[in-house]
């Protein structure tokens, strides 16, 4: 496994943890953010942030899983400890920041590893201090504000992790008065994290590299699986290998036949049956950061006309959305693009009846792909950013509405591109039985698909650049003469 390292300047970031200028880059933008849509933005104020906590098992006292910084607050200074908060300067030219750093007691020092605060000061080129101290040390820097997150995930509508209720205490109760929560700051926060820095480019570059190089091994090695579960390790235990990294960014999905019309399909615990197809949404993590992918393919090798057929449409599908997507395209009519090269594509194989357009208008592919056509990436496998106020709004319609932006492109951005055909049986039923849409069903031509094709999705990422759009997941194969033909040559 030798080849699967590199010299990509990325190669130790799991382990060292990325360079400091990084995440002042990232600061940088924020703050450019901020001037642009806070008119009386105080710059001798701070913005003030609380970090991830440690997590355990319920009442045991070992840890529950691996630690995950809180997206936000790793985007904006690299911690990579928990139970920290951070301050930082509003200024775009030097965006110093200080943390405040829990101390550790007796027993943490014998049992764990722990640094000082020179070490920490060194680490993320920041001043540390005590968490003790924290309020003397922002009194010290005389804000004038103290500006706070305060949102929701517009993926999850869960409101995000705020330093919002710390509550300043004699003698410095005075500093409550100066919190500031609005709104705009976390959505300026999103909004920076949606274009990516030429270095975060980069580094999503390579752990897009690495995630293909696995789900190649993964392909090669179906041969050598008996359960679901066998494809899940041997592309983990490649990126595990690549990367460094501990943990998945997302739980991985291996769904063979049926299960792969399981959109989120976890449990990865049955038999590869032959003569079916596997979907594999397997992503890596490196240094805090995701890649995305799904490749479906036949468990021996070798597509029967059926799953050629609906394999082909999804691929048509993602190609489309590829060759269209630019600066200045709305990602809600790549998402109808999608949707129309679907709804032809199952026309022209006599699985639907009726006309394109009235389909397109009655949301008949819903029933197909109820999934958004793809989503922002980046620290988060949904990354923040897909809908703020200033941005387009979620659609009512039913299937659009579950797209998770709506966004129009720009430069810099890195979306997934991942249409899917599945054959869902209860929504299906639905949909024969829909007055509304009944009429466009072949229902005896669909139950010929279900067991045989189960799903197929194709996820690939992509980087919107000047002048249209950059795969970053290249090298896979992904045409069905492409998939056959690698997944042929292990057998030799
Ligand atoms: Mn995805």
Known sequence: ??????????????????????????????????????????????????????????????????????????????????GYYAAIIIDEDDPKFSVFVPTPDERTKIFLHFETLEDIEKKYNCSAYELVKMQDEINKLHPSKIYVLNGVNSDSDKKVLSAADFLFTPPYSDLNEKVDNNPLIYECLADSRVYKSDEEIELLKYINQK???????????????????????????????SLYSRNHPYEHICGCGPNASTLHYLDNDCELQQGKLILMDMGGKCAGYVSDVTSTVPINGTFTEKQKNIYNIVLEANLAVRENAKIGVSWLELHKLAEKKILNGLLNLGLLKGDLDEM????????????????????????????LSFTPERSKE??????????????NMILTD??????????????????????????????????????????????????GCEL?????PR??????????QEKK
């Not at 789900?215 to 679901?228: A, D, P, R, S, Y």
């Not at 579950?402 to 966004?407: I, P, V």
């Not at 970053?472 to 896979?476: E, M, R």
């Open 1 to 82: 496994m030798k080849s699967l390292k590199t010299n990509s300047i990325y190669e130790k970031a799991e382990l060292t943890g990325l360079d400091p200028s990084f995440f002042k880059k990232n600061r940088k933008q924020f703050i450019s953010k901020l001037k642009q849509y806070i008119s009386d933005l105080q710059t001798d104020g701070i913005i003030f942030l609380k970090g991830g906590e440690e997590l355990f098992k319920y009442d045991n006292d070992d840890d529950y899983h691996y630690f995950i910084q809180e997206s936000n607050f790793y985007y904006l200074t690299g911690v990579r400890e928990p």
């Open 211 to 241: 995630t293909v190089e696995a789900h190649k091994l993964t392909m090669k090695n179906l041969k050598n699986c008996k359960i679901e579960r066998d494809a899940e390790n041997i592309f983990f235990s490649s990126i595990r290998f």
């Open 360 to 387: 397109l208008n009655k949301r008949v592919c819903y029933y197909f792909m109820p999934h958004g056509l793809g989503h922002l990436m980046g620290i988060d496998v949904h990354d923040a950013g897909g809908y």
């Open 398 to 411: 039913k299937g659009l509405d579950c797209l998770r932006t709506a966004r129009v492109l720009e430069k």
């Open 418 to 467: 991942e249409p899917g055909i599945y054959f869902i049986r209860f929504l299906l039923e639905k949909g024969y039985n829909d007055e509304n849409v009944k009429e466009f069903f072949v229902k005896e031509e669909i139950e010929k698909y279900i067991d045989e094709v189960g799903g197929v999705r194709i996820e690939d990422d992509i980087l919107i650049t000047e002048d």
């Open 472 to 476: 970053i997941t290249t090298g896979l």
């Open 479 to 488: 045409t069905t003469d492409e998939i056959e033909e690698w997944m042929k």
